[in-house]
């Protein structure tokens, strides 16, 4: 009985400090926009409310 071998994959390009922190930024820009306007009506409530 004949066993398919599988491919073996492809070794990961080397990445760049550069390259890793462009990805670390796209990553977290999505985070930044949900956290944004959380973080604006958070800051309007607790100024209405009299806190400094």
């Known amino acids: 009985m004949r ?4 491919p073996h994959p492809a070794a990961p390009a080397p990445t760049t ?4 922190i462009a ?4 990553d977290s820009f999505s ?7 959380l973080g604006i009506a ?3 409530l607790i ?4 806190l400094p």
């Open 3 to 6: 066993q398919d071998v599988l």
């Open 17 to 20: 400090r550069r390259t890793q």
């Open 23 to 26: 990805q670390g930024i796209r």
């Open 31 to 37: 985070v930044g926009l949900g956290i944004f306007p």
């Open 42 to 44: 958070l800051g309007l």
């Open 47 to 50: 100024i209405q409310a009299g």
